[in-house]
């Protein structure tokens, strides 16, 4: 601290330093140094610049203290020395004066120096010379024991905001198992490596994800990226513990460094993951875009929880999967009407037009209870996303029926009807609307109306 002084300020004298303090804390400290219990330890030096650097009297010139008698103090090898009678005389004129009207010297950057007594920096500074003392050493059990040090550190470096700080890290392990000339630090180094690979310290990254600014999250997910592929298990594992993963989760940005290593070792844990974590692996696989994986993911369209063969169905009816397909079209003609909903809603979703037949089979035209209008409703809207004119016959049977059961929700289901029919070609079309022209309710002759003064302006399927 005494050097750092000498180094920074002009002029700087130490008696400025020590001032202030009472005669009997100055006696005693030159007697602890003389009493041969060691030297003066370093957290008292930082005390002593804290307290004296705070409230100087006034400036008075004292002798200049010659710096070999100050330096007995520092030294273990001197501290037993008796120190010289003008050092004596310095510290009494030092310990007078008024403690009670204090000022800092002026031009002392204080707060700076308060700074650099906080904890979190002089961690950093430990860190930092453990890593300088770490690159020379060539004792493996040396380096292993600084190391250590630095990893205790680290795991608390990201709720920290130090990500640089942690790269340096990492980069200075990495450097070592390639440069290190002992062959025992080298495997060392790596085991260190590894370490920072480890589902604990990456849980300390990840945690702090949704608790940090954008800068942050970007700082962290680039140092997650550095640990590249060989930490994607573990990555992972966390990934699957997220409640919930969005577009915006910062895992997925490091998924993407390495898109194509994360496809396969994603596909290939899928077999052996349990239904909750393969969901969340086929969020991902989404992400990540399917490809050519479609092979790998058919066999879970057979998988025991439904909710993983619905979201392999939900990557693969994109690609309009023939294997995808054939599920829907086995849900279609299920006994349970669950899997038939759910059919007819992928379909409508996908515009599977490979199961227009299958559908219209699936239309009613005796109402003996109101679930039928709901399923034909249903059906209406997805043939209508169709736009199949195969489905048109189906249709007008349906517009014409009369059934004396539910009359409001026969209107309800006609109105629908005509109101799909905005999803076929105008000229396909033009005689149902026609035909909607002439009945009496009015909702459904303004419906058949814009649709067949539309038919001039252009055909438009939403």
């Keep these: 601290t005494i050097e750092k002084i000498d180094q920074r300020l002009e002029g700087s004298r130490p008696e400025l330093f ?9 006696e ?26 705070l409230s100087p009297p006034e400036v008075s010139r004292a002798t200049p203290l010659p710096r070999q008698d100050l330096d007995i103090l520092l030294k273990e090898s001197g501290a037993a020395a008796p120190v010289s009678k003008e050092y004596k005389d310095t510290l009494n004129h030092l310990s007078a004066g008024d403690h009670k009207a204090r000022q800092s010297v002026p031009g002392f950057p204080l707060e700076h120096y308060l700074a650099t007594m906080e904890e979190p920096y002089l961690e950093k500074q430990i860190i930092r010379v453990n890593l300088i003392f770490m690159d020379q050493t060539q004792n493996a059990p040396e380096y292993e024991d600084l190391a250590n040090k630095v990893m205790d550190f680290a795991y608390e470096l990201p709720e920290r905001g130090e990500t640089l700080l942690l790269q ?8 070592h198992t390639k440069e290190a000339e002992s062959e025992e630090i080298r495997s060392l180094a790596q085991n260190f490596v590894d370490e920072m690979k480890d589902a604990d310290f990456l849980d300390c990254i990840v945690t702090t994800l949704d608790e940090v600014g954008a800068k942050q999250q970007t700082e962290l997910c680039d140092f997650l990226i550095t640990l590249g592929p060989a930490a994607h298990d573990q990555l992972l594992n966390l990934l699957a513990m997220q409640q919930e993963i969005t577009e915006k989760s910062p895992l ?24 909750a974590k393969v969901k969340k692996l086929l969020v991902l696989i989404s992400h990540l875009g399917v490809g050519g994986a479609a092979p790998l993911l058919r066999p879970l369209l057979n ?4 909710s993983v063969v619905n979201g392999t169905l939900d990557l693969l009816l994109p690609l309009k999967d023939q294997a995808a397909i054939q599920k829907i079209r086995d849900m279609l003609h299920s006994d349970n009407s669950h899997p038939v909903d759910q059919g007819i809603d992928a379909c409508s979703r996908y515009v599977l037009t490979d199961l ?3 559908l219209l089979k699936l239309l009613e035209f005796k109402f003996l209870q109101e679930s039928s209008f709901d399923r034909n409703i249903k059906l209406i809207l997805a043939l209508g996303r169709f736009g199949d004119k195969r489905a048109l016959s189906s249709l007008t049977k349906l517009a014409q029926s009369h059934w004396p059961l539910f009359p409001n929700r026969l209107l309800q289901m006609k109105r629908t009807l005509f109101y799909s029919l905005k999803g076929y ?3 396909q079309r033009k005689a149902l609307l026609s035909y909607g022209l002439k009945m009496t309710d009015q909702d459904t002759r303004k419906i058949c109306s814009q649709l067949l003064s539309s038919n001039e302006q252009g055909f438009h399927r939403s």
């Design 28 to 53: 005693s400290l030159v007697t602890h140094a003389q009493g041969g219990k060691g030297a003066v330890s370093q957290s008292l030096i930082s005390l002593l610049t804290r307290l004296a650097s």
């Design 252 to 275: 997925l940005k490091v998924f993407e460094s390495y898109r194509i290593e994360a496809l396969t070792a994603t596909l290939k844990a899928i077999p052996s993951a349990n239904a």
């Design 425 to 427: 070609h105008p000229q």
């Design 303 to 306: 998988h025991d929880d439904q």
């Design 168 to 175: 340096t890290i990492h980069t200075a392990f990495i450097s």
């Design 356 to 358: 227009t037949t299958d």
């Design 18 to 26: 020590l001032r202030g303090f009472s005669k009997e804390l100055l």
